[in-house]
C-alpha cells in the first residue's frame, strides 16, 4: 500500500513565525502535491514538484515555498506565518504508473493565533 | 480552464436511503480524467474511482456506483442503501491528459443518520 506520512496531525504556532510541513511517500513516486483545505472550497494547489529539486507554483502559491532536495520528501514552508494561513494542509504523491491517482496524507490541521 | 462543480453542500440521510451526489466539469481537452475521493472524520483523502473521457459506461463496485454523461459533462455517484460509515466529504476532482494536477469540486458533506 501507498504511504504518505505528514509529521503533524496538529500544530499551532504564532503569527511571524517560520513553520515547517513535512511530507513523506514510501512508493518512490515522481510527484508530489500540497494543498490547503478550507470550507466550501475544496482543495486548492499550493506548490507542486515533479522531480527533485524541481518545483512549481499553484493556484494559490502566495505565502509558502517549497522544497525538496530528496524524491521522497516534500517540504511546505510558511516563510512569516499569519492567521489566514489557518487551515487544514494535504500532501499527496502520484506516479506515472498510478495514471494521475493522487494518494494522500492524514492532513496537518494548522492554526497560527 | 478548468472547473468542477458540486452544487450540493451537505446532504443528510437515514440509514438504507439512496443518496446521489452530483458533479458537473468543465474543460476544453477531449482527453481528461475524473476522479472521486472520500474524505472520512479521520481526514485522510480515499481514492474511489478513475473514469477517461472516452469510457462513458457505468460502474458499479458494491453500494457505489457511477454514471458518466459527456453530453451533460456530468460524473456523478450514487451510494446504495447508505450506512453510516458512509458519512464523509465527497470530492469530485478532474485532470487533463497533458497534466497530472487534480481541480477539485468544493466537496459535499454526506450524513447517514441510523
Known amino acids: 500500500d501507498v504511504k504518505v506520512t505528514q509529521s503533524s496531525r496538529y500544530l499551532v504556532k504564532r503569527t511571524g513565525e517560520k513553520v515547517f510541513l513535512e511530507c513523506v511517500q514510501d512508493?518512490?513516486?515522481?510527484?508530489m502535491f500540497w494543498y490547503r483545505q478550507d470550507p466550501g472550497l475544496g482543495l486548492r494547489l499550493i506548490y507542486f514538484?515533479?522531480?527533485?529539486?524541481?518545483?512549481e507554483k499553484g493556484d494559490i502559491p502566495e505565502g509558502y515555498s517549497v522544497s525538496r532536495e530528496k524524491k521522497e520528501r516534500f517540504s511546505l514552508i510558511l516563510e512569516s506565518a499569519s492567521t489566514n494561513q489557518t487551515s487544514m494542509y494535504l500532501c499527496?504523491?502520484?506516479?506515472?504508473?498510478?495514471?494521475?491517482?493522487?494518494?494522500f496524507g492524514a492532513g496537518t490541521r494548522l492554526s497560527v493565533l | 480552464a478548468q472547473k468542477v462543480t458540486q452544487a450540493q453542500t451537505e446532504i443528510s440521510v437515514v440509514e438504507k436511503e439512496d443518496v446521489t451526489l452530483d458533479c458537473v466539469y468543465e474543460?476544453?481537452?477531449?482527453?481528461?480524467?475524473l476522479f472521486w475521493y472520500k474524505q472520512p472524520p479521520s481526514g485522510e483523502l480515499v481514492f474511489l474511482i478513475r473514469?477517461?473521457?472516452?469510457?462513458?459506461q457505468n460502474e458499479i463496485s458494491g453500494r457505489y456506483s457511477w454514471n458518466f454523461q459527456k453530453s451533460t459533462s456530468s460524473f456523478n455517484f450514487t451510494i446504495t442503501a447508505s450506512q453510516v460509515v458512509d458519512s464523509a466529504v465527497y470530492f469530485c476532482?478532474?485532470?487533463?491528459?497533458?497534466?497530472?494536477?487534480?481541480?477539485f469540486g468544493a466537496g459535499t458533506t454526506v450524513t447517514v443518520r441510523a
Open positions: 499527496a504523491s502520484s506516479s506515472y504508473s498510478t495514471k494521475n491517482i493522487q494518494y
Open positions: 512508493m518512490d513516486h515522481e510527484n
Open positions: 514538484s515533479y522531480d527533485v529539486k524541481m518545483k
Open positions: 474543460t476544453r481537452d477531449t482527453t481528461y480524467y
Open positions: 473514469r477517461n473521457s472516452f469510457d462513458e
Open positions: 476532482a478532474l485532470s487533463e491528459s497533458t497534466d497530472y494536477k487534480l481541480s
